[in-house]
């Protein structure tokens, strides 16, 4: 994949936030007041040219899809929404992780995320009127059953099921 | 660089698993700390001056074993507590540490006079190391450091000396340098280190030593800062590279974030938070 392909998916589609460094990009996750949510969590390198397999694999793993989804959402078959979700469900089993390695230690970060998480989906872009592609139906399936591990967790049960519904109620209506 | 979500794996054996190299000669601390990164899984802090040796020490974080030089320049020794030699040091440690395995690493390591000096302060040395040693067949200081540490912890575990109370002769074999060189090669454990340098075009002070688990899964290393919980782990297929990584990582995510600081919510918040509670803030760049 080319990272200006890679870069038009990323800035288009996820509104992050660019920053260019010496030899790669940085991205960010920003909300619309400006302020940023989540410490950069994405880079590119080298900024021109074919990104490697290996960073390719790392981006993905950032946003929380597979290497095919991400190359897919770059050719516009997975929308700016159902990759935010898919982001948002990451973050969720990240610190649902960190949690169980760190104990009580790990609250007030818990806290931090859940607020994060909290307004990106707040800031999600609308549904639209149109059906899911193949492609996006496959990835909220599988977001929609990892979330579903996290929904009896007292911690962060209650995000998941936000996620959850968010996911669920785009399939309801489509199907409807 | 790889996500931060991967479950770190159990340790199997409790060891004490972080030793302090205490010299004044920076070369020989990379070194060592290259070295034992690569060949082994302790843990490794430095300290280039007997002060600096004194405060981690009383840092409160957990030290498995030290390895010390013998003698230090004027301007590294530490003039307020009289510490002046290796065995200065090892003897202000052994009136409070008295636990902690003490080696020497120095060009005097077969000196007669400073054998006899420690015996008669009361400093039990391990093991005497000789950084000038042309015998290449012998097992580097850091490997046999490792391997102590090993079978001190298999002959203290309860559940192995359990087993041993029937009165088997097992408790020989755990003695035994080739049995401690087997287990030593065989257990791949996270190695708890640290980082103490922020290098970069910014200067950034650690305050703090960065605490950092590093562990191997199918020939590449992973490396995370355990209390600065980052969405990325620094990843190499060498162990030092991937701490390297990680460092970089939370340079440049500190500088960031720094230059943001005003304008952060959320998790961004908190992790600047976490970092300012080990770093200080960069020194502004310099005007072109």
């Not at chain 1, 104990?103 to 707040?122: K, N, Q, T, Y």
């Not at chain 2, 290259?34 to 405060?55: F, I, K, P, Y």
């Not at chain 2, 000196?111 to 015998?135: E, L, Y």
């Amino acid at each position: 994949m080319k990272a200006k392909d890679l870069q038009r998916g990323l800035e288009a589609k996820l509104k992050l936030r660019r920053k260019e460094e010496h030899r790669h990009i940085d991205y960010c996750v920003m909300t619309a007041s400006g302020q940023i949510a989540l410490p950069t969590m994405i880079r590119v390198s080298p900024a021109d040219g074919d990104v490697p397999a290996r960073n390719l694999r790392g981006i993905a793993t950032a946003l929380g899809l597979r290497d095919e989804e991400l190359s897919r959402m770059v050719r516009c078959h997975i929308s700016g929404r159902c990759a935010s979700l898919a982001i948002c469900n990451r973050l969720l089993h990240f610190v649902s992780e960190r949690l169980a390695q760190q104990g009580v230690l790990f609250m007030p970060g818990l806290e931090a995320m859940l607020s994060s998480i909290d307004r990106l989906l707040d800031e999600l872009p609308d549904a639209g009127t149109r059906a899911p592609t193949t492609d996006e139906s496959f990835l909220m399936a599988r977001c929609s059953q990892e979330l579903t591990a996290l929904l009896p967790d007292t911690h962060v049960g209650q995000v998941a099921d936000r996620i959850h519904r968010l996911i669920v109620s785009r399939a309801d209506t489509n199907q409807a | 660089m790889m996500l931060a979500d991967q479950p770190i794996p159990r340790p199997r054996l409790s060891l004490p698993t972080t030793m302090l190299v205490v010299d004044d000669d920076d070369a020989i601390l990379r070194k060592v700390r290259r070295e034992s990164l690569r060949t082994t899984n302790l843990g490794v802090l430095v300290a280039d001056n007997l002060s600096d040796a004194v405060r981690i020490m009383e840092s409160g974080i957990e030290i498995g074993a030290l390895l010390v030089d013998l003698n230090f320049r004027a301007d590294t020794q530490d003039e307020e507590r009289c510490l002046h030699t290796g065995l200065d040091f090892l003897e202000y440690v052994a009136q409070r540490h008295r636990a902690v395995p003490k080696y020497v690493l120095s060009v005097d390591a077969t000196d007669q006079h400073s054998r006899a000096d420690a015996a008669q302060r009361g400093i039990h040395v391990q093991n005497w190391f000789d950084k000038m040693s042309p015998d290449s067949s012998q097992l580097a200081a850091w490997v046999k450091i490792e391997r102590d540490l090993i079978k001190s912890a298999l002959l203290s575990d309860s559940t192995l000396r359990e087993k041993l109370s029937d009165g088997s002769d097992l408790a020989d074999l755990f003695r035994d340098d080739r049995v401690a060189e087997q287990v030593r090669t065989a257990i791949r454990y996270p190695r708890v280190t640290y980082i103490q340098k922020l290098e970069g075009r910014r200067a950034i002070t650690v305050r703090r030593p960065i605490e950092v688990l590093c562990w191997e899964r199918e020939g590449r290393y992973f490396a995370r800062a355990s209390q600065i919980p980052l969405l990325q782990d620094g990843e190499s297929d060498d162990p030092v590279d991937a701490i390297d990584e990680l460092a970089d990582l939370l340079r440049e995510e500190f500088m960031s974030l720094a230059d943001s600081s005003s304008g952060l919510i959320g998790y961004a918040e908190y992790i600047y938070k976490v970092l300012c509670e080990h770093l200080d803030t960069p020194a502004p760049m310099a005007a072109p």
